[in-house]
């Protein structure tokens, strides 16, 4: 049994914000969490009240691994032009294992420094890097779904990168569970069936997919109404909206998680309700590629699953904290509006904003519940995922000390992080070394 005694705060629900300044956090060597208690209670072999505030793990719902090396960079052009100019003949170069596995060590520790304890990627059409990004988030101590990427329909993906038919999307993919889930100790991976989205996949694929989530029970990924093209694509060839032909495909389930989804509407949300999937809101990405501002709050008020997601490449930043202010910033624009010419009362969408309080719970316990897992807050049943956050130059108020830290904080101010009660990133702590 280990025992780490902190000031600790976390959501343990939307709306509702706790803080412990003196907390004793008891975990088995799984992981999880056994008791919470005043820390007074017993003895703690791990006191860090003097070195900062431990939160929860951040749970980044949508990451494209093979995009780190052009992160920051294509974000001048339209999403159908990024994808063919910069996006696809980078993730091309993943057929080289070498490269892949440089990029994915690379990325994973960059995620974890930054406090990611869950990440949710795509990986590339290639079985054997896709694996390796599996492999590689579990040596690291990362907890992680990994998909192997899906897409086959000639015409619509270039033809040096994609599947060669919807069999062999249907079946790699089926391949890519079984080896995941065959990993040797591995209790943290999970494989995801990711179907890039609808523009790049034909009809026998998209419904191979859905059947094999339903035989497999893996969880589904894919992108939903991102964008004006990538909306108007699949009405102009589905005669339905991304959600009901997603449903219809059998795609559309309690373990699916949809990213971006900015151009849904309230029919789509009321649907996605009903199945119980989730929303991964990408607001930097958003802001490049969306076209529009997601309605969050609206989402949230018919009670979606909700995280968020730095869709690494298409937002400039692995920093899942710099989405969660980036939350709270396009609510704010949606609500008050951005054209000044327009008059105050006509400019934005009433009732759009939303806090801090509610950009920390996406960040944490809401990624952990679209993804149904047991992490995100401190409480017995649940996983010790956590980060040691040290605010440089703070003086204020502690009662402030969370706005702080989701509207300012940086990764270097991340000073540690626990997986499964295990420290996965620290300075000179092994992957493999115990708090």
Known sequence: MQAVRAHLIHS????????????????????????????????????????????????????????????????????????????????????????????????????LANG????????????????????????LGQRAFVGKVAMDLAGACPDYYRDSDAAASINETADFIKAVRAMPGNDLVEPIITPRFIPSCSDDALAGLGELAASTGAAVQTHCSESDWEHGFVLNRMGKTDASALDEFGLLTRRSVLA??????????????????????????????????????????????????????????????????????????????????????????????????????????????????????????LQMDAILVNLVDDFGPVEDLLQKIIMRATPAEITQTWVAGKCVSAPMVHPDQSV
Not at 39 to 57: C, K, W
């Open 12 to 111: 343990p629900e939307r709306g509702r914000i706790e803080r412990i300044e003196d907390a004793l956090v008891s975990f088995d060597a799984a992981g999880q969490i056994v008791r919470v208690a005043d820390g007074n209670s017993a003895p703690a072999n791990i006191d860090l009240r003097s070195q900062g505030v431990l939160l929860p793990g951040l749970v980044d719902l949508h990451i494209h691994a093979p995009q780190f090396p052009q992160l920051g960079t294509g974000l001048d052009v339209p999403l159908e032009d990024w994808l063919s100019k910069y996006t696809f003949p980078l993730e091309a170069r993943f057929a080289d294992l070498t490269y892949a596995a440089f990029v994915h060590d690379a990325l994973v520790r960059r995620l």
């Open 116 to 139: 990611t304890t869950t990440a949710v990627y795509f990986a590339t059409i290639h079985g054997p890097s896709s694996l390796n990004l599996a492999e590689t988030c579990l040596r």
């Open 260 to 381: 971006h989804a900015g151009h849904i509407t309230d029919a789509d949300m009321d649907l996605i309700a009903e199945r119980g999937a989730g929303i991964a809101h990408c607001p930097l990405s958003n802001a490049y590629f969306g076209n529009a501002v997601f309605p969050l709050r609206r989402a949230l008020a018919k009670a979606l699953h909700i995280g968020l997601g730095t869709d690494i490449s298409g937002g400039h930043s692995a920093f899942l904290l710099d989405n969660a202010r980036a939350s709270v910033t396009a609510s704010r624009m949606l609500e008050e509006g951005v054209d000044p010419s327009k008059d105050a009362a006509n400019r934005g969408v009433d009732a759009s904003r939303i806090d801090f309080r509610d950009a920390f719970y996406m960040a944490t316990k809401g990624g952990a519940e679209v993804l149904d897992l047991p992490v995100g807050a401190f409480k017995a049943g």
